[in-house]
C-alpha cells in the first residue's frame, strides 16, 4: 500500500530560525513528489521533484529528493510569521494512474 | 478568475439529504480528483477522473459518487449524507505529468 509519511507533524520556532521539514514515502513506480502549503484555504503548489540530488529553489525555500532511501526534505530558511502553515508532502505514483497520495501534513507556527 | 472553483463553500445539512458538490475548471487539464480533509488525517482520494469517459474509486468512495459531465465539470455526490461525512472536500486538477492544482474548498457539516 502505498504510504507517506511526515516528520515532525508539529513545530514551533521564533522568526529567523531555519526548519527542516522531512517526507519519506512508499509507492509503487514512483513518479514525483510534490509538496504544498496550506493556509486557511486550499493548498498551494510549491515543488515538485523528479530527481535525486537537484535542489529546486524557491526565495527562502528549497528542497531535495532522495531516491534511493525514499525521502524528500524541506527547507525553510530565516523564517516568517507569513510562514505558518501545514505543509503537504504528496507522491505521485503508478505511471499510468498517477494517482497522488498525501501525507499528514507538518504543522509549522512561527512566531515573532 | 479562479482556474478551479467549487460550489458552494459551505453547506449545512441534515442526515439523509442527497447533496451534490460542483467543481469546474478553467486551465484544460484532462484529470480531476475530489478528496476529503479532516483533521490529522490529511487528503484522502474519494474519486478520480483521467477523462470523461472515465471514473475511479480512491481510498475512500463508499457513500460517494461522482459524474464527469464535461471536461471541465466534475460533481460529487452523497446520496444520503450521513454525520461522518462532515469534512473539507476540495476538488483538484493536474495534467500529467504536472502538480495538482486546488479548488478552493467545501466545508459540508451533516447534522
Known amino acids: 500500500e502505498d504510504k507517506v509519511v511526515q516528520s515532525p507533524l508539529s513545530l514551533v520556532v521564533h522568526e529567523g530560525d531555519t526548519v527542516t521539514l522531512n517526507c519519506s514515502y512508499e509507492?509503487?513506480?514512483?513518479?514525483?513528489l510534490l509538496w504544498y502549503k496550506q493556509e486557511k484555504k486550499a493548498p498551494t503548489f510549491l515543488f515538485m521533484l523528479?530527481?535525486?540530488?537537484i535542489e529546486k529553489k524557491s526565495g527562502r525555500l528549497s528542497s531535495i529528493l532522495d531516491k534511493k532511501e525514499l525521502f524528500s526534505i524541506l527547507n525553510i530558511t530565516a523564517t516568517q510569521t507569513g510562514d505558518s502553515a501545514v505543509y503537504l508532502c504528496?507522491?505521485?505514483?503508478?505511471?499510468?494512474?498517477?494517482?497522488?497520495?498525501f501525507g499528514p501534513g507538518t504543522r509549522l507556527s512561527v512566531l515573532p | 478568475d479562479a482556474d478551479v472553483t467549487q460550489t458552494p463553500r459551505n453547506r449545512i445539512t441534515k442526515t439523509g439529504k442527497r447533496i451534490m458538490l460542483e467543481c469546474s475548471q478553467t486551465?484544460?487539464?484532462?484529470?480531476m480528483y475530489w478528496y476529503r480533509q479532516d483533521p490529522g488525517l490529511g487528503l484522502r482520494l474519494i474519486y478520480y477522473?483521467?477523462?470523461?469517459?472515465?471514473?475511479n474509486k480512491g481510498e475512500i468512495s463508499d457513500g460517494y459518487s461522482v459524474s464527469r459531465q464535461a471536461q471541465a465539470k466534475f460533481s460529487l455526490s452523497l446520496e444520503s449524507a450521513i454525520p461522518n461525512q462532515t469534512a473539507l472536500y476540495f476538488c483538484?486538477?493536474?495534467?500529467?505529468?504536472?502538480?495538482?492544482?486546488f479548488g478552493p474548498g467545501t466545508r459540508l457539516t451533516v447534522l
Open positions: 483538484a486538477t493536474s495534467d500529467h505529468p504536472t502538480a495538482q492544482f
Open positions: 509507492v509503487t513506480n514512483f513518479r514525483s
Open positions: 523528479t530527481s535525486s540530488g
Open positions: 504528496a507522491v505521485a505514483g503508478r505511471e499510468y494512474g498517477q494517482n497522488f497520495v
Open positions: 486551465k484544460g487539464h484532462d484529470r
Open positions: 477522473s483521467f477523462d470523461v469517459k472515465d471514473i
